[in-house]
């Protein structure tokens, strides 16, 4: 065992110790670590300079008290969570999330899976995770509101556009980055448009990025299918999910000229092989309010699965790519057999860490083409940086420029993890491209910038 594998070892050791039960951090820092045999072998100055343990400790962890009332006058107590992680490229970025089941370790792995998505962006931003087990789903505009405002009179102390830049994630949308903001710009006097991003286009917001981390996944799909002389052109894809992320990357395979004949939420899927109606969905997600079943009601070709995921449509029909863009370690083992015996080429993630270890294994021994999350679902928070560059310069850019700077991104990004892998002997796999190119940025600018 080399040096630096030794003390790979020791320090994912340090980090279970360290942060007991927190199973979804261990698997965010053990999917890095697993990458890095071979750069600490070529770069023995990160072991020297404690990169490992200093990488793998959040510069700041915040977790406080939310109050609100309820619109019956009961009062509710949630925790509010801010985990500002790594800043040595820029200040902190990275989304909020609202859901019953955010915990600290939930917050932790999403700050450390973002610091690497940010360096991979090229953009100055470092990476920080927030959020609440608050629950908005079934709660009135009012009471998403008062909690909403009662979030940011504690967490505006910790935030700006220098210091900390929170955007959306699952629960967090343009209604909810409102509310923030607007009690943000109540508590400090200021209109300081920097401090939040997903803001909407009339105060502050940028085109493009309702739409980014979906069209960033399937262009940085279509990038992978191309090393093989494929394209989305004739493709049957599923997609998991159907909120935000999932709606547009159907609505760009579309665009590219592939099919999306699956979707799903958390009660189930839908099976449409005429394709998905992504206006039909986005109405019963978004106006309607239903759940996914309701797609099936209203769509004659369309058949809904209960109670399985997306994964099993693979069994009625083949499939070129998938996309999962839902939650954490929804396509196991199981789906992956699935989609391998189904035909599958590519999968990229477009939510975070939403392919189980087992699952990430199996893929690969199929040669099946892998986009991780940090890499292929980039694009949100590079529209995001975007988002404040021209609330820098009091700008405001076209659809069409602010799309092509995405895509430019997400190209970028690829080369840039395809090359990475190249240079580090694991041609072609994508996952360890990302997490080396990365971790090597970060990495030089924590060593410039001295023991901190």
Sequence with gaps: MTPGSRRIAEVYDQVIGRNPGETEFHQAVSEVFDSLHRVLAKHP???????????????????FRVPWTDDTGTVHINRGFRVQYNSALGPYKGGLRFHPTVLLGTVKFLGFEQVFKNALTGLPIGGGKGGSDFDPKGRSEGEIMRFCQSFMTEAYRHIGDRVDVPAGDIGVG????????????????????GALTGKGITWGGSLVRTEATGYGTVYFTEHMLHTRGRSLDGATVLVSGSGNVALYAIEKVHQLGGTVVGASDSGGSVYDPDGIDVDLLREIKEVQRERISSYAEQRGSAEYIPNRQVWAV???????????????NELD???A?????????AVAEGANMPTTPEAIRLLR????????????NAGGVATSALEMQQNATRDSWTFDHTEQRLEEIMESI???????????????????GANIAGFIQVADAMIAQGVI
């Design 45 to 63: 100055e990160y072991v020297d300079a404690s990169i490992l343990e200093r990488i793998c400790e959040p510069e700041r962890q915040i977790i």
């Design 174 to 193: 343009r209604r909810e980055i409102g509310f923030l903001f607007g009690q943000y710009k109540r508590i400090t006097n200021r209109y300081e448009s």
């Design 314 to 328: 693979a069994e009625k029909t083949s499939v070129d790519v998938a996309l999962p863009c839902a939650t954490q």
């Design 333 to 335: 083992e199981d789906g």
């Design 337 to 345: 057999k699935l989609l391998t015996k189904a035909g599958v080429a």
């Design 365 to 376: 021994e199929a040669d099946v083409l892998f986009g991780p999350g940090k890499a292929a």
């Design 414 to 432: 690829h080369a840039r993890c395809a090359a990475t892998a190249e240079e580090y002997g694991t041609a072609g796999d994508y996952v360890s």
